[in-house]
């Protein structure tokens, strides 16, 4: 990523994930809800995204565990590794953390369950 030079936006967004379960999403940076089971969505080259909170919350009432890590490009960075989430719970992710360009944010459960994700952003666009 280039260091900015000239005149860019920022801006808050959310992205969604609706039903999550075992398989591997990533959430989307172009303002639209994540297809479940996709975990090929990144971050737009001349973007910086930084994430300000992820909500999960369990919808099945059915006690599970989930994970959330990143993908450079090349590896699998891992932030949250088998957190546990009773039936009818919400685990709230407070933590920042930046992502650019070819980045990828990934969520997904132990097995088979009904989670939803929501992730709250800042939109750098230097594009």
Same mark, same amino acid.
């Given at each position: 990523?280039? &260091?900015?030079?000239g005149?860019?936006?920022?801006?808050?967004k959310?992205?969604?994930i609706h039903?999550l379960?075992?398989?591997?999403?990533?959430?989307?940076?172009d303002?639209?809800?994540a297809?479940?089971?996709?975990?090929?969505?990144?971050?737009?080259? /001349?973007? &910086?995204i930084?994430?300000?909170?992820?909500?999960?919350?369990?919808?099945?009432?059915?006690?599970?565990?989930?994970?959330?890590y990143?993908?450079?490009?090349?590896?699998? &960075?891992?932030?949250?590794?088998?957190?546990?989430?009773s039936?009818?719970?919400?685990?709230?992710? /407070?933590?920042?953390?930046?992502?650019?360009?070819?980045?990828?944010?990934?969520?997904?459960?132990?097995?088979a369950?009904n989670?939803?994700?929501?992730c709250n952003? &800042?939109?750098q666009?230097?594009?």
């Amino acid at each position: 990523m280039a &260091i900015p030079s000239g005149s860019g936006t920022e801006v808050l967004k959310r992205t969604t994930i609706h039903a999550l379960s075992d398989t591997e999403t990533s959430f989307r940076w172009d303002g639209t809800m994540a297809t479940t089971g996709t975990a090929t969505y990144t971050v737009t080259a /001349n973007h &910086i995204i930084t994430v300000l909170n992820i909500v999960v919350a369990e919808t099945a009432n059915t006690a599970g565990n989930f994970n959330i890590y990143m993908n450079d490009g090349t590896n699998p &960075i891992h932030l949250l590794r088998n957190q546990s989430l009773s039936g009818k719970a919400t685990f709230v992710w /407070n933590d920042r953390l930046v992502l650019t360009g070819g980045d990828k944010l990934i969520v997904y459960t132990e097995a088979a369950a009904n989670m939803d994700a929501v992730c709250n952003y &800042i939109d750098q666009d230097w594009s």
